[in-house]
Nanobody, 114 residues
């Protein structure tokens, strides 16, 4: 079943931390990752984890966010030192296709305030 369910979004103060989770409906033997979207702007790449455990991060989150995956194929993203600019809907994706992901979750809202 092509289903990805995100959770963990919340409202936090700047400098705080959150951990997002993405539970897949099936085991994906492909890259998974996170994008984020702000109303009125294009969806923005945040992080990805390939099948061989190679990680990639957007410059804006390097050193602050960490993407991992456990043995059940659940994807996580630990977000530390959150900034106001990190406010967005975070979407989990799986299996790259044409430089984006083929399968998407519905998203989870992260709001960071000063």
């Amino acid at each position: 079943q092509e289903q990805l369910v995100e959770s963990g979004g919340d409202s936090v103060q700047a400098g705080g931390s959150l951990k997002l989770s993405c539970v897949p409906g099936r085991y994906y033997l492909c890259s998974m990752g996170w994008y984020r979207q702000v109303p009125g702007k294009e969806r923005e790449f945040v992080s990805s984890l390939s099948a061989d455990d190679t990680t990639k991060y957007a410059e804006a989150v390097k050193g602050r966010f960490t993407i991992t995956r456990d043995e059940t194929n659940t994807l996580y993203m630990q977000m530390n030192s959150l900034e106001n600019e990190d406010t967005a809907v975070y979407l989990c994706g799986a299996c790259t296709s044409s430089a984006t992901f083929k399968y998407w979750g519905q998203g989870t809202q992260v709001t960071v305030s000063s």
